[in-house]
């Protein structure tokens, strides 16, 4: 894991919180209405290719759990509307041969920032 990529902010991607998808994800749970606050991560799962296939980031994702996801809401996600995602790398530590990865993912509306989902990845050490 290189800590010189901390900081890097990948391209932005729209991503539309599809009513048909919403509907998909409420089902697995059993909820009946709005926009359950963890389908951020659909929003993050569309960036996710691009942060693994950045060879400067350095990571060996066969090596990778998940190691915490928080939100921090403006407000609740919107069935039909269009977000922009911006996604960064917040930070990358190191704690002898194991890496500390924090991947922050902004989902953004003409407003300014709707939600922040942040991901803790753990790159086991070889």
Not at 7 to 29: E, L
Not at 81 to 87: K, Q
Not at 94 to 117: M, P, Q, S, Y
């Amino acid at each position: 894991m290189n800590p010189a990529a901390e900081g890097t902010v990948y391209p932005d991607v729209t991503f539309t919180v599809d009513p048909a998808r919403v509907r998909a994800f409420r089902d697995v749970f059993g909820i009946d209405g709005g926009v359950p606050p963890t389908f951020a991560t659909v929003a993050e799962f569309s960036v996710l290719p691009s942060v693994m296939a950045d060879p400067n980031l350095g990571v060996d994702f066969t090596r990778v759990v998940h190691g915490s996801q928080e939100y921090f809401f403006e407000r609740p996600l919107r069935e039909g509307e269009t977000l922009v995602i911006r996604t960064r790398i917040a930070s990358i530590k190191h704690k002898g041969a194991t890496g500390f990865l924090t991947i922050e993912t902004e989902l953004r509306d003409d407003d300014g920032v709707v939600c922040v989902a942040r991901s803790r990845l753990i790159e086991r050490e070889r």
